[in-house]
């Protein structure tokens, strides 16, 4: 019976709609604009109903079918069957799927190597470095007679540290050709291709307390360096250092960090 009303109303909606065509197509040519755009919004009214009653029926919940209970048994089974939604439930594979979507959408965000630099060097803005031991795998000037030769791993970090800092690298040497090799060591490796490092930027001395002076002349906001004695005497006026050490000493200043390389700091290792 609800079939044969729906059928009815539906030729009634078709015979509105013919009617409605023929009136429009006789009465277009002496109607106003805004007549025919009331009589347009009316027939598109009539059509999204038609439509929406046209849906086919299978969209409309659908109900399980009442299991006969077999004898023997008490019937727990099929009026729990009866109680389940059939529609509704996402799979569990779609269900992991947008909860995975949620999760990497709400992940933090890893900062880059250089956001990382800047928080780690506090903002500072000047910044001076011991190269042995620290930027060179040479760790005596005796071995600068021989060879230099850039750390790689630590050559990434260096490099960002460039970007934002005034940079100077310092080195005691025991002669001119060792300042060649370290030079040639840093140009190779691309050191001064990133902009803010130049040659000039390079300072040489022979002795561990021209070292010092050139600190002190220079006044980074961070020094980097490995002989803890140049660490002690400059605690009192650099705003940070760091002393880069095998072992872990004593922290002897609140100024003052220390770590097993440069890279290591930055976390990069």
Request: with cysteine; net charge negative.
């Amino acid at each position: 019976m609800a079939d044969s009303f729906k059928d009815d109303f539906l030729q009634l909606i078709k015979r509105i709609g013919a009617f409605l065509t023929l009136k429009i197509s006789n009465l277009f040519q002496t109607l106003d604009s805004r007549s025919v755009g009331v009589i347009a919004g009316l027939a598109f009214a009539i059509v999204f109903t038609w439509r929406i009653l046209r849906s086919p029926s299978g969209s409309q919940r659908r109900h399980p079918k009442r299991q006969a209970v077999t004898p023997g048994s008490s019937g727990v089974s099929s009026h729990f069957s009866e109680n389940i939604p059939t529609s509704g439930v996402s799979p569990p594979s779609e269900d992991s799927s947008a909860q995975n979507v949620i999760d990497e959408f709400f992940q933090p965000v890893k900062p880059t190597l250089g956001q990382i630099v800047r928080q780690r060097l506090s903002e500072g803005r000047k910044v001076t470095c011991q190269l042995l031991g620290v930027i060179l795998e040479e760790t005596s000037p005796e071995e600068l007679q021989k060879q230099a030769t850039v750390r790689s791993s630590v050559l990434e970090v260096l490099l960002e540290i460039t970007k934002f800092c005034d940079l100077y690298l310092m080195e005691r040497v025991l002669d001119d050709e060792s300042e060649k090799k370290v030079l040639l060591a840093l140009e190779d490796a691309g050191v001064f291709t990133s902009g803010g490092m130049v040659k000039d930027k390079v300072l040489f001395c022979s002795t561990e307390n021209g070292r010092t002076s050139f600190v002190r002349q220079l006044e980074p906001d961070w020094h980097i360096d490995s002989n803890p004695e140049i660490i002690f005497q400059l605690a009192r006026f650099i705003k940070y250092e760091l002393h880069i050490t095998p072992t872990k000493p004593e922290r002897t200043a609140m100024n003052v960090f220390s770590s097993t390389s440069l890279e290591q700091f930055f976390g990069t290792v």
